[in-house]
């Protein structure tokens, strides 16, 4: 099984019997001295599986007593920044009930994993604080909300490659069996990992459930990818059918503009042509009328037949 599926993730780490490995990913990620943690809701719903979008995420509670959450995601959602946020609210407000009070919330902390770039920049791990940047004041410590993108492991420059994050990263997105290994062999708690991961591969029932999730998950992502498709067509085909309507417009307005232009000249050179007419009725000669109005001698010819007629 590859780790970087929720379902094995939660199995590995929302596992009570592997607590060690948990606090060692944790410790990693948080750089903490967590010496206990307790896995909430550590065996998976047996309905799980009808909620094809739901999420298998692993909730715990230290010694310190901060709630965190740790999830695992491969689909890029457009409003994960906000997904993210919302989460967080609910585990935080989920502490408190009536008759009690504000000063009772313990910090809470969202470890999202993410197999795509949500972060425009480098690095690959980010957290985030409630923090006024003008004056460099945190307003609470209550809300930390950690971002790990798989996806920059290997580009990365001027990182430890003993860091025990980094190893945990790669042990969870490890592409083959024999990366698995590797990595596994650097670090005693991670060859846990391993192993335990090789035992719940056997399992048949837990192998079942996870090739329905890895199902579900790849129907899911398909549905998005198709809805992006239909929804950038039919943008393509109003974007079309503006352009044209504007093309329209434009060529209209181009049109009456230039009829503008067009009667404008025609009704210069009707009243060009009038004065003419007049200069000829009071017996002046061409080359002066000519001079005077600027036409040329068959466009005064013209005029001169019309007025002796």
Same mark, same amino acid.
């Given at each position: 099984?590859?780790?970087?599926?929720?379902?094995?993730?939660?199995?590995?780490?929302?596992?009570?019997?592997?607590?060690?490995?948990?606090?060692?990913?944790?410790?990693?990620?948080?750089?903490?001295?967590?010496?206990?943690?307790?896995?909430?809701?550590?065996?998976?719903?047996?309905?799980?599986?009808?909620?094809?979008?739901?999420?298998?995420?692993?909730?715990?509670?230290?010694?310190?007593?901060?709630?965190?959450?740790?999830?695992?995601?491969?689909?890029?959602?457009?409003?994960?920044?906000?997904?993210?946020?919302?989460?967080?609210?609910?585990?935080?407000?989920?502490?408190?009930?009536?008759?009690?009070?504000?000063?009772?919330?313990?910090?809470?902390?969202?470890?999202?994993?993410?197999?795509?770039?949500?972060?425009?920049?480098?690095?690959?791990?980010?957290?985030?604080?409630?923090?006024?940047?003008?004056?460099?004041?945190?307003?609470?410590?209550?809300?930390?909300?950690?971002?790990?993108?798989?996806?920059?492991?290997?580009?990365?420059?001027?990182?430890?490659?003993?860091?025990?994050?980094?190893?945990?990263?790669?042990?969870?997105?490890?592409?083959?069996?024999?990366?698995?290994?590797?990595?596994?062999?650097?670090?005693?708690?991670?060859?846990?990992?391993?192993?335990?991961?090789?035992?719940?591969?056997?399992?048949?029932?837990?192998?079942?459930?996870?090739?329905?999730?890895?199902?579900?998950?790849?129907?899911?992502?398909?549905?998005?990818?198709?809805?992006? !498709? /239909? +929804?950038?067509?039919? #943008?393509?085909?109003? =974007? @079309?059918?503006? *352009?044209?309507?504007? $093309?329209? !417009? /434009? +060529?209209?307005?181009? #049109?009456?503009?230039? =009829? @503008?232009?067009? *009667?404008?000249?025609? $009704?210069?050179?009707? +009243?060009?042509?009038?004065?003419?007419?007049?200069?000829?009725?009071? *017996?002046?000669?061409?080359?002066?009328?000519?001079?005077?109005?600027?036409?040329?001698?068959?466009?005064?010819?013209?005029?001169?037949?019309?007025?002796?007629?």
């Amino acid at each position: 099984m590859s780790p970087k599926v929720d379902f094995a993730f939660r199995r590995l780490f929302g596992d009570e019997r592997n607590e060690e490995l948990l606090i060692s990913l944790l410790k990693s990620i948080l750089k903490e001295n967590i010496t206990h943690v307790q896995v909430k809701d550590p065996n998976l719903l047996p309905d799980f599986f009808d909620d094809k979008v739901g999420i298998l995420d692993v909730r715990a509670t230290t010694d310190a007593g901060y709630l965190i959450d740790i999830e695992i995601q491969l689909t890029d959602y457009a409003a994960m920044r906000e997904r993210v946020l919302f989460y967080w609210s609910r585990l935080f407000t989920s502490q408190i009930v009536c008759g009690e009070r504000y000063c009772d919330l313990n910090k809470t902390i969202s470890i999202v994993i993410l197999d795509y770039e949500l972060i425009k920049c480098d690095g690959f791990h980010f957290c985030f604080h409630l923090i006024d940047p003008v004056h460099s004041i945190t307003l609470t410590d209550v809300l930390e909300i950690h971002v790990l993108e798989l996806t920059k492991l290997y580009h990365l420059k001027g990182q430890d490659k003993d860091d025990l994050l980094i190893s945990w990263m790669k042990f969870i997105n490890a592409r083959s069996l024999e990366e698995l290994q590797m990595i596994s062999d650097a670090n005693p708690t991670i060859k846990k990992a391993y192993h335990a991961l090789e035992v719940l591969s056997h399992n048949e029932e837990a192998r079942r459930l996870y090739e329905a999730r890895e199902i579900a998950l790849l129907d899911e992502a398909l549905k998005m990818q198709s809805a992006e !498709e /239909k +929804g950038r067509e039919e #943008g393509k085909a109003i =974007g @079309k059918e503006e *352009g044209e309507a504007l $093309g329209l !417009e /434009k +060529g209209e307005a181009i #049109g009456l503009e230039k =009829g @503008k232009a067009l *009667g404008k000249e025609e $009704g210069i050179m009707l +009243g060009v042509q009038e004065t003419a007419k007049n200069l000829v009725s009071l *017996g002046m000669d061409d080359a002066t009328i000519m001079k005077a109005t600027g036409l040329d001698a068959a466009t005064l010819k013209t005029l001169r037949d019309s007025v002796s007629l």
